[in-house]
């Protein structure tokens, strides 16, 4: 079954800190993976697409790795600030000839001061 | 540009009430989507476009209805609503149907419906 799983759920950092996010999908054929973040009551932005043939993308403090052997994915955020609080989503697309993308759950980041 | 926009952002409904959510996008996109994303769930696909006058079937399609009469406007129709039609729902475009590893996807507010 094509699945996108993300963990934790939620978590709580203080201002500063890294952190990492974790993405397994078990979605095949695969194209691309897609982070993308959302505020709270807006629609997801995209952070960053890889493919199959590149392991990391940064985009600021963002940076995206991708080992498609063993199918995962990590978020890291580099000195976290308030505005980092998000919704953080990983989605998979599917090559099948046809457009197929699977959302994962997300993860609920909480930045403190 | 204004992206993708949708219209209302708010609603509250009675159940079997029907109603229809707007959308617009002003990028000149081929292919237009719309999803529901309920609470700790992903975002689910209810139907898509990959051009104006095609429509098809998404992953949750049942009560809901969509036409694609312009590259611009993609409304979702409610046609007997029910409380587990509650949610919030996303509009999205992107340039092609296609799995392009660069296609980026732009999604709209949302609007937040709420079925009693």
């Known amino acids: 079954k094509n699945q996108v799983e993300q963990s934790p759920q939620s978590l709580i950092i203080l201002e500063g800190k890294n952190c990492t996010l974790q993405?397994?999908?078990?979605?095949?054929?695969?194209?691309?993976l897609r982070w993308y973040k959302q505020d709270t009551g807006r629609g997801p932005v995209s952070l960053t697409i890889?493919?199959?043939?590149?392991n990391t993308k940064s985009n600021g403090r963002y940076t995206a790795t991708l080992d498609a052997d063993t199918k995962q994915s990590s978020l890291h955020i580099t000195a976290s600030q308030l505005s980092d609080s998000a919704s953080y989503i990983c989605?998979?697309?599917?090559?099948?000839?046809?457009?197929?993308?699977?959302f994962g759950a997300g993860t609920r980041l909480f930045v403190k001061a | 540009n204004a992206g993708v926009t949708q219209t209302p952002k708010f609603q509250v409904l009675k159940t079997g009430q029907s109603m229809t959510l707007q959308c617009a996008q002003d990028?000149?996109?081929?292919?237009m989507s719309w999803y529901r994303q309920d609470p700790g769930m992903g975002l689910r696909l209810i139907h898509y476009?990959?051009?104006?006058?095609?429509?098809d079937q998404g992953e949750v399609p049942n009560g809901y209805n969509v036409s694609r009469s312009t590259t611009e406007d993609f409304p979702l129709r409610l046609l007997s609503a029910a409380p587990s039609q509650t949610s919030v729902y996303f509009c999205?475009?992107?340039?092609?149907?296609?799995?392009?590893?660069?296609?980026?996807?732009?999604f709209g507010p949302g609007t937040r419906l709420t079925v009693l």
């Open positions: 990028m000149n996109h081929e292919y």
């Open positions: 989605v998979v697309i599917r090559n099948t000839g046809g457009f197929k993308t699977i």
């Open positions: 999205a475009s992107s340039y092609s149907a296609g799995p392009s590893s660069y296609n980026e996807q732009f």
């Open positions: 993405c397994n999908y078990t979605v095949s054929p695969f194209s691309n």
């Open positions: 890889m493919t199959f043939s590149e």
């Open positions: 476009s990959v051009g104006a006058g095609i429509t």
